[in-house]
Every structure is written in C-alpha cells, then in structure tokens.
C-alpha cells in the first residue's frame, strides 16, 4: 500500500530523515525542535531543582556539600530561565502558530530561523559543557567582583553559552519583529490581529532593545575574567553595581520575555474557551506594548540595597508600580471575558484558570518588593524566590502548558486524554501552591535565599515545600507521559477540534507545509464567535 | 524594486561636510573649553553621525516606519543612560544628617569634579624603563 | 478543505516569470526587500544597544575619573586617530557610492567602488593594528602585565580597557563588514545585481555605515575629548 | 520541632513595626484583589459553564469607563503603597545624628565588628537596647549582605566603598544575623548573631575590650609613618590632620570636596586622586600596607583628632561616646 494511496502531505510526513529536520526551514519543524531541546533543559533545570529541594529537607548541610548545592541552584537558575522560559513560548509555539495566524508561508527569514536554533543549540551545548565540568557556583545573576575574580567554577563557559543563547533570541524577535510587520495575510489588518501575535510582537521589541546589552555585560564580564581588563574591577576604582546595572537593564525586561508570551497564549484560549471576543481587544493588546516598554524602566528594583542612591531607588520604585497597571488591566480585561461566555471545560482553559491564580498572586507579591520600605527586608530572601517562581512557574509555565495543550492537536493532527490532562493541571496547581506559599512565610521570616544550611526553625516550612514539589514533579511528568502517549495512540484531531477562530484552524492539522493552499484573505477580527453561529448555524 | 537614488553630488558634498566637522572637533579638542569640552565634541559627533543616516543610509527618504527604528535606538540607548546615571549623580545627596549615608547607600566614589587643571608638562607615553 | 492533498501550492510554480531571487515565501520582490531592510534596520538597533552597554560603562568612569581619562586620552595617537577618521568616512563615500552603482545598473562601477571601500576599510585595520601594536610594546595592555606611570594609573587602566574594548569590537565589525563585502563585490562581479534587485549590496551598505558611525563616536570620546585638559 | 511553625518574625527594633504594619496594609490591599479576581473568575467560569462545547458567548466586546476604572483605581491604589513605603523607606536609610557608630568589615565567610571603645568581635554583634545604632561596614573581598531580620534591616557590603544600616533594638536577646548577598562556598555559613544587652550591661562588656578604634588608629598612624608628614601644627609636608573631620576641603583642582569617612578613606588609599591645594603629590599609596579594618581604625583616629591640635586621649574617646549614649533618647532616635 505505497504509492497508490494519496498521502495527506502535512509538515510532518513530507520529507523524512534526522537531515530534513536538521536542514529544515520550515517553521514548524524548527518549533518541534526547539520543543525537544526545551524539554531536555526542562528536565535537566528539574533535577537541579528536585536536588535542591532534597537538599533543603534538612537545615544541615547532609545531602550535597556547599559547592555542590551552590552549582545546583546556579545551574537550575541559568537552565530554568535562559534555556527554558526565555525560548519556549516565543521560539516553540510562537514559531510554530505565528505564522499560521497572520496567514504566511513561514517567517520572514526561514534561514535565520534556523540559524537561532542552531545558536541556541551550541550554547546550550557550552552551558552543559560547564554543567558536566563540574558546573558554576554564582548564581545566575554572576555579580561581579565573585563571578570575575573569586569564583572558581565554569563561569567563562556558562557565560559564553548564555553570551551565544542570547544572540539566539535577538534572532527569533528581529524575525518575529519583521515578520508581523511584513507577511500578513491580505485583509489581516494590526486590530484584527491575535492577541498572540501582539504579545509576541511586544516581545520582540524587549528581544531586539535589551538582549544586546546582557550580550556586551556577559562580553565584559568575560574579558575581565578571563583576560585581566578591569571593568567592573573595584580595585582599580571600578564600580561591581555598574555590573548589576546593566546586567538587570536586561534581565528585567527579560521576565517580561518570559511572561508577555504566555500572556497571549492565555488570550487565545481564554476567548476560544469561553466562545467569546476577548474583552477590550485593544486595550489588551496595548497593555502588551506599554508592559514591553515601561518594562525597560524599572530595572534598578532589584538593586534596592545594592548601594543606589535613595533618590534614584524611589524613581525606580514608583515606575515599578507604573508597570504593574498595564498587567492589571490585562487581568481584569480576561476576567471580563469570561462572564456571560458558555466555557467549555477543557484542558487548556484548565490550565488558564491556574495561570490566572498564580500570576495573580505573583504579580501581587511583585508589589511587595517594588515598595521600598518592604524589599529593604524581603530583599535575597525566599520572599522574592516564592515571588519569581509564581509568575515563572505559576504563571509563564503554566500558560506554556495552557498553549502546548491548546496548539497541541494542531502540531501533531493527534488528541491528548483530557481527563489525564484534567488531573495534571490539578496536580500541578496544587503542588505549586504547596511547593512555593510556605516560601513567603519563609522569606518573611528572614530566610535568606541560597542558603546551604539554615537555622532549625525554618524547616517545617522547608519540608512542606519539599513535599510539595515532589507533587509538581509527578504532574510534570504526568503531562510529558500521556502527551508522548497521544503521539502513538492519540486520536486523529482534524483542523479544528476546539471549534476555535483564527487562521491557524483553518487549515489542516498537521498543517501542509506551506500552510495554507491559498493565501487565505482576512475580513473580519480575531474572535469572531458570535457571527460564527450565523455562518454554521 | 525603486530606492531612492542621490545624485552623485549630494554623496560628494555629505562627504565634504564631514571633513570639514571632522577638522572641527580636531581643532576644537586642542582648546580647552573647559566644562563645554564633552558637549562640543559629542555634539559634532552627533551631527556627522545625522548626515550619514540621512544621506548615505538614506533615511532620509525612508519609510515613516525605518525612522522610527532609527529613533528607538537612540531613544533607548538613552533609557539606559540616563537612568543609570540618575543613581550615580544623585548618590551624592544622599547624605544623612550623620554625615554618611544609611543602608544600602553609600557616599559617591567618583569626583563631581568637571573642571581641573592638572600639573603642566604632563610627559607623553611614559616609556617603560 | 481538501488542501492537504495539494502537494505543492508555491505560486512560483504557476510559470510566472519570477524574479530569480524571489524567495518562495514572499509573494513579490518588493515584499521580500521591504523585509530584507526592516531586518537589517533592526539588526541594526541591537548593534546601537550592544555598543550602549560598553559606553554606559566608559560614560560613567569618565564622570568619575575626569583626570585619569584626560590622562589615558592623552596615549592615544590622534594622528593615527585621525587619519583612521578620514579613512572611514572615505570608506563610507565609496559605499554609498557602490550602492548607487548598483541602483543604476553601472555592474563594474559597482565592483570597482566595493573594491575601493575594502581597501580603505583594510588601510584602517592596518593603521589600527600598528596602534596595538604600539600599546603593546609600551605593556599598556590591561591585564596582568598592565604598566603606567602616573597618578591615576589604575584608573588609566580602566580607560585603556574600554579603549581596547570599544575600539577592539569596532574592529572586529571592521572584519566582519570587510567579509560580507568580499561576498558582495564576488557576487556583483558575477552580474547578480540589476537596478531590480540588489537589496545585498544595500544592506550591507546599511551595516558598513553603521560601523562609521560607531567610529565618529569612538575617535572624539577616546582621543579628543578630554585632552583639552592639557592646553591653557 | 513541629510544637510551633514559626509564621511572623520578632519585632526587635523600632523600624520593625513601622515596616510591619505597611506589610499588612500591602498584604490586605493585595488580598482585596487577589480575592476580587478569584471569586469573579471562580463564579464565571461555573455560572456560565457549557458542557456541550456547542454555545457561543455574549458578543461583549468591551466597555471604556470599566478599562478606565480599573486602569485609575489600581495606580492610586499602587501610588498610596508607593508613597507610604517610601516614607519608611527613608526612615530606614536616614540614620539619626546621634547614633551610636559600630564598624564592620564583612569577608569570606565572616563579619567582624569593631566597637569604637576598641572591642571586637567576630559573627557577634553586641549592641545596647533602646539607643540608635549605625553600623558602618565595607567587604574585602566580593559583595556580602549584613541583613538583621529582627531589625528589618539589610545592606549590601561593597569591596571599595562603606554601606551602613542603623536600628534602635527593642528587644533584649539574640536575634538572627545573616549574609543575605551571595558570596561563594560558606556564604549559608556567614551568619552570627546580634546580642541586644541592657545598656549597663553593654558598657560592662565593652571594658573588657583592648585599644579602642581611634587609639589603634594612634598606633597605625604612628607605625605607618604617617605622623612624619602631618604634623598637627601644619609645619609638616602634608596637611594637618587636626579638626579635618567633617570640613569641607579645597581641592588643587579648585573644587570642594567634605571631609568624610570616604575621602579619608580614598586619601590613604589613592591619595594622588584629590590633592589638597597647596600641597605636592608627596603621598604615597597605603594600599596593601593596611587592611580595612586599620582604614577604619585611621578613619575613627582622624575623627578624634580635636582641632585645638593636640590628638585626644585614647580614653577620652572612649569617654565621650559612653557620655553621649545615655542621653539618647532610648525609644526612637531616628529623625521623625
Ligand atoms: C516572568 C517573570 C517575572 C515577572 C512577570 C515579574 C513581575 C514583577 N516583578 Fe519580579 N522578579 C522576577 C520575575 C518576574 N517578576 C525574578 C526572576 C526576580 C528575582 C531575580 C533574582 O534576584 O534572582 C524578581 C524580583 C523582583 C524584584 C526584586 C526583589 C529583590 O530582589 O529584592 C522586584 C522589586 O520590585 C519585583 C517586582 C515585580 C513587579 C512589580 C512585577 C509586575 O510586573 C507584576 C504585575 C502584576 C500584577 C500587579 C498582578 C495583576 C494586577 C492586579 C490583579 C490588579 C491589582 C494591581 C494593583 C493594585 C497595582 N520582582
Ligand atoms: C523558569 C524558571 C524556573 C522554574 C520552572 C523553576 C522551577 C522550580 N524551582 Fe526554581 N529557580 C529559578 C527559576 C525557575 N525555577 C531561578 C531563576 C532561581 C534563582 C537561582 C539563583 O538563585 O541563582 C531559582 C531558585 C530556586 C530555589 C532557591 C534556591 C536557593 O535560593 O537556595 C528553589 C528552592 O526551592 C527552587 C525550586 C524550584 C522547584 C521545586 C521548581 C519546580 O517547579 C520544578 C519542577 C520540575 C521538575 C521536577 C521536572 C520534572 C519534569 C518532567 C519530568 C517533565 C519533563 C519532560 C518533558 C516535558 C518531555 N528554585
Ligand atoms: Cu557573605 Cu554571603
Ligand atoms: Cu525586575
């Protein structure tokens, strides 16, 4: 039965072989690629994070020495948020469904798209190179004057690896950037796109401004280590807060990287879920540029008692605040969404629904540390590690999940088991608040974050904590066994089993490769379902 | 596919005017403009660094959307600026009533200092012994 | 919808005449080269930002340490300097120059004017190495083996490191830029250009000027602009 | 073990009150919303849960006051967080006149205190109930974090520069000193403890101790040769050093620069730096020569020196601060 049968050519089946997946430009395929190198360092970030937490059963210091379980959480760091949350909803699903959604070939630049996994990849590699040298030991901020001259770990090739990933990234916003600029559809004007998209677009610009400047810190940074050349050298009258400046000018725009994507992913479902336009569309899409842009203004909250003039420590504290509003409105506008919907109870949805908690209590608890008053004591404690995991895991993770779930069917042509993905979303929800609430009591207590050994009276929040990421493990792998499942067992899809709107379900699942047979012509705005019952009736 | 295409002659005389800023900011570094020594020379630089966007990358004849681009560069680089530099400029106020600064400050490390004469005769490239 | 048997949708299959470096997921050349420059605009604005980091770090230390940069600026050859600002903003010339050749069709002047700018852009590699050179011979290298004598001397390191470094990336853009060239003038020697198309040549005009400019900044802040100091 | 989870930190300092109660007022705004957005998400989603997949909802599109109503109301709301915060903030960094001043040095993996009546003491920290303290400190090395939770304070120790944090103890008893920057292999292990002791009983302590700070300093400046250059009548090759303290000084290059611990500090190190008007570049650089801790030591002899010309008297320094610290208010010394 082989050639008479017409095949159904899709992305997956056309072409074959470890070399057309390696050579490929098409920018689906090099979203499953980036799929799977996300997932091994999802893994590998994982079990440094279940070593850690082992490790911090105890208050001694009895299951990995200092240095060891001082690797442990620079690697988990640098894992987690350069090679995990930083690529995976842009660089996996942002490439795999934006293109779908503004009805275009591929990306603008299929050759660069390749080339930033290829970066992507070979950093990686010099980052695990590092880890299986014996890993690095400063944190995954690298504060100089440790980092540049007292460590004695790996940082050179953990910073080379990062220095590489990054020019990954700019590649993925540059393309993503000049992409929704250039290759929409005919009639897919700038308010009929996805708020996905705009959330990626938003993206792309914090990529494009911020990603160079931690390139050229790391670049310094290297040269001063490496090569002698004072910089941030304080004892030729150089200054180690300059260091943190410029290093945070990037790494706080880059959490907004990490959450502004998945913020979109959640508008999408939010509206396919609960069959309705998104509330205030454009107000939505706007918060995402205003997040993405006063997002570069807020940098020096986390040098609060870095040694920054006070003066300068209250401006940036009050744009911090600043910023939190347009990530207010975004959360009212998909509360709003929801009341008079019909929501259907799907596994997507279900993960929004935690997203929506998480975030919430993440983004809430960003408040605490944006006051002065109170970072001055939250500051380097559990505090701001219970604060950063809520948005990243609660938040950005789970509405990583929420998307994979969602665009899932539409990648693979192949049905997930909802009710496994039911019970997931709800282990995960509830090992996460185990995992990470007692940490604020923690923090608030006065635990100072990368501590080996504490004092005994914090350890029955620790062992709460502990208990509750072995719960987080198991919902974790849970999803990773039935969606590997669905690959061999899972039922056929079709193109639209969500009966969602949008482009991307308007044609076939897997998508041909050159996504659409005609270019198909937009008339209408993303979340059209009240006209749809007219038009299926 | 239509470029814009300068004649010949604006290309010679771009050319020409940033010669001519260069021999300014030459001769103007050899007058001691006291605190007016940064401005000047960046300002020059600035302005021959706006005839070459204009003309010979031609932005001048560019969509609205290339011009803004351009202008977010520069609005950005100085974000990154001027922010910074609010901490290090104001660090100096921050004394307390008791003389230094309270947690998490410090009294500034660098001199305010933007004019200063040093020692005349300042030899050229000591040469190594 | 029964495109998923369509086995093969690309309209350049449909036999008309396309240009032969239309891209098959751009559906005209003006698509593809609107993308081409937006893309190299915006690569653009991240070399701005890469370069902004370094000079955050040299603007600082000059507000800091006005005496040790004056005193650092004063190593620095301002001939050499300037002779190497000439040079560049001739490279420029010649550039904009070649891309003009490509606009209008002139194949050979094109190649000639992209010749014309390789050489000047390796006349300055070449006077920018003797500068190394120079600081070599004198242990001016920052680093272990870092020598100076002077008031300041640990700060003139401070500025001699920003030196080597802002001047050292310019120059590795210099190679790059000298590279993408090679390639360029190859291939407008091959008459791969026509007044149609010829977004390469553009582009790496676009690039090629950018490292001008960054070098219009680089000369007066490392070796103008605190010398003054010196004089009445 | 588990007789009590520990869920709110001891109040041992005045600033602690001050930052709790506006982390209750943060913690109860923040619950308001948090609760507002998870019932209404919460009622949503079940009310108007369809089962079939087959409705389609109300064609809302959006509502301009409401965006405006929730855009406005949650930055006043952030801006009276904002503005109550900084209050304290500044209560936190602006130490009193008064205090009773400690330093510090913190290095891998140690802090080591040094009390101007010349006690010193390493991961300790003894310090009176009730009279303002400032603790003023440096790293040797890379950065550390003195961070006291009891007293809700913490700042980051910077190689190269001085950081200080001041609190008035409230609470007799030992409290939690931590390392709170990151700072290598022990940084868990860089942890001590602050002993707040009746005020009596902290001047009995602190006579147990050897020279005090200023009169180490003495010994310093006499050892490193300081005293053949400045001389205290000014006939010397540098400046008299007598009444410095705390002036402004005039600079070769024209400019005013205060007299503070930082430029004491950067004259012995880098002394070619600012040259006092008048003078030659004669001094030479004492980098190496001495520690921070004896940077410090000098600092405190150069504070001591009264301007009559004639260095005080070890004890008279000593004298002076147990004089001064009874007179303090006990509760709250801090300026509002
Ligand atoms: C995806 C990642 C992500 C995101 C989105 C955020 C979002 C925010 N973060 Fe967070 N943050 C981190 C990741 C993130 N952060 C990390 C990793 C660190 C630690 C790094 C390290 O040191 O290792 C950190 C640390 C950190 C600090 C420094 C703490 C310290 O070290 O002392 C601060 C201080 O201001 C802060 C503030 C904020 C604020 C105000 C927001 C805001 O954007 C949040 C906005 C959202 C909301 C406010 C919720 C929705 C709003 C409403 C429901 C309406 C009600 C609102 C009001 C009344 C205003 N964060
Ligand atoms: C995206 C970012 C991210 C994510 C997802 C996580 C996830 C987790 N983190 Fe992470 N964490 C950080 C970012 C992140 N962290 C950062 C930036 C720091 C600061 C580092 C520093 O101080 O320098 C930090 C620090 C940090 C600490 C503080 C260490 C210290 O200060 O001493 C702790 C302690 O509990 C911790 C715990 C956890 C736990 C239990 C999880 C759990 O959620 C992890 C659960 C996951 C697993 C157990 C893996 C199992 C999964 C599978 C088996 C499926 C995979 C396979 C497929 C998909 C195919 N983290
Ligand atoms: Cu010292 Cu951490
Ligand atoms: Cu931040």
Known sequence: ?537 | MSGHISPKTTYYAIFGSLMVLTATTVTAAFINLGSLNFPVALGIAILKATLVILFFMHLKYSSRLTKLICGTAFFFLVILFGLTLSDYLSRGWAAAPGGTAGAGTQVTVGPPAETAEEPAGEPQAAPEP | MPNGLVAHADPHARGHAHHPALQHHFQTLGQQHEAATLGMWIFLVTEVMFFGGLLMAYLLYRVWYPEAWSEGSLELDIVLGGVNTVVLIASSLTMALGVRAAQTGAQRATVRWLLLTMSLGLTFLVIKFFEYKHKWDLNHIPGANFRFEGPHAPQVELFLSLYFGLTGLHALHMVVGFCLLAVIAWMAHRRRFTPEWYTPVELSGLYWHFVDIVWIFLFPLLYLVDRARHFG | MLSGIPLFPEQASTLAPKVDNLYFFVTAVTAFFALLVVVLVTIFAIKYRDRTGEKVGSPIHGSIPLEIGWTIIPFFVAMVIFAWSTIVFFHIVRAPDQALEIYSTGKRWMWRFQHLEGQSEINELHVPLGLPVKVVFTSEDVLHSLYIPAFRVKADAIPGRYSSIWFTPTKAGEHHLFCAEYCGTKHSGMIGKVVVMEPNDYQAWLSGGDLSMSARGEQLFQQLGCVSCHLNNGSGRGPSLAGKYGTQETLANGTTVAVDDRYIRESILTPQMKLVVGYQPLMPTFQGLVNEEGVMSLIEYIKSLPSTGRPAATTQAGAAVQGAAPALAPADGGPR
């Open chain 1, 1 to 537: 039965m082989t050639t008479t049968v017409l095949r159904r050519v899709n992305y997956l089946n056309v072409k074959y072989g470890v070399a057309s997946w390696l050579l490929t430009k098409d920018h689906k395929r090099i979203g499953i690629l980036y799929l799977i190198v996300v997932a091994i360092a999802f893994l590998l970030g994982g079990i440094f994070a279940a070593a850690v937490r082992i490790e911090l059963t105890t208050p001694q210091g009895d299951f990995v020495s200092a240095d060891t379980y001082n690797a442990l959480f620079t690697m988990h760091g640098v894992a987690m948020v350069f090679f995990v949350l930083i690529p995976a909803v842009p660089a996996i699903l942002g490439n795999f469904a934006m293109p779908l959604m503004i009805g275009a070939k591929d990306v603008a630049f299929p050759k660069i798209n390749l080339l930033s996994w290829y970066v992507f990849v070979i950093g990686f590699v010099f980052t695990l190179a590092a880890m299986v040298l014996g890993g690095v030991d400063t944190g995954w901020t690298f504060y100089t004057p440790y980092s540049s001259v007292y460590s004695s770990s790996h940082v050179l090739l953990t910073g080379i690896g990062v220095f590489i990933a990054g020019f990954s990234s700019i590649l993925t916003g540059l393309n993503f950037a000049v992409t929704i600029h250039r290759m929409r559809a005919p009639g897919m004007t700038w308010f009929r796109l996805p708020l996905f998209v705009w959330a990626l677009y938003a993206t792309a610009l914090v990529q494009i401004l911020g990603t160079p400047v931690i390139a050229i810190t790391i670049l310094m940074l290297a040269v001063e280590r490496g090569l002698g050349f004072g910089i941030f050298d304080p004892r030729l009258g150089g200054d180690p807060v300059l260091f943190q400046h410029l290093f945070w000018f990037y790494s706080h725009p880059a959490v907004y990287i990490m959450i502004l994507p998945p913020m979109g992913v959640i508008s999408e479902v939010i509206a396919c879920f609960s069959r309705k336009s998104v509330f205030g569309y454009s107000f939505v899409a706007f918060s995402s540029l205003a997040i993405a842009v006063f997002g570069f203004l807020v940098w020096a909250h986390h040098l609060f008692v870095a040694g920054i003039s006070p003066y300068s420590a209250m401006i940036f504290s009050f744009l911090s605040f600043a910023v939190a509003i347009p990530s207010a409105v975004k959360t009212f506008n998909w509360t709003a969404t929801l009341y008079r919907g019909a929501i259907w109870w799907r596994a997507p949805i279900l993960w929004v629904f935690g997203f929506l908690g998480l975030f919430l209590i993440g983004g809430l608890t960003g408040l605490f540390l944006a006051s002065l008053g109170l970072d001055v004591h939250l500051h380097d404690t559990y505090f701001v590690v219970a604060h950063f995991h809520y948005i990243m895991v609660g938040g950005a993770i789970m509405g990583f999940f929420a998307g994979l779930h969602y665009w899932w069917p539409k990648m693979t042509g192949k049905m997930f088991s909802n009710s496994m993905a039911t019970l997931a979303a709800l282990l995960v929800f509830v090992g996460f608040n185990l995992t990470f609430f007692p940490q604020f009591i923690l923090g608030y207590l006065g635990m100072p974050r990368r501590y080996h050994v504490y004092s005994p009276e914090f350890q029955v929040l620790n062992v709460l904590s502990s208990a509750g990421a072995s719960i987080l493990g198991v919902g974790y792998t849970l999803v990773a066994c039935y969606l590997l499942h669905s690959l061999w067992k899972g039922e056929a899809a079709g193109a639209n089993p969500w009966r969602a709107t949008g482009l991307e379900w308007k044609t076939e699942s897997p998508p041909i490769p050159e996504n659409f047979a005609e270019t198909p012509i937009v008339n209408e705005g993303a979340y059209e379902y009240s006209k749809r019952e007219v038009k299926v009736a």
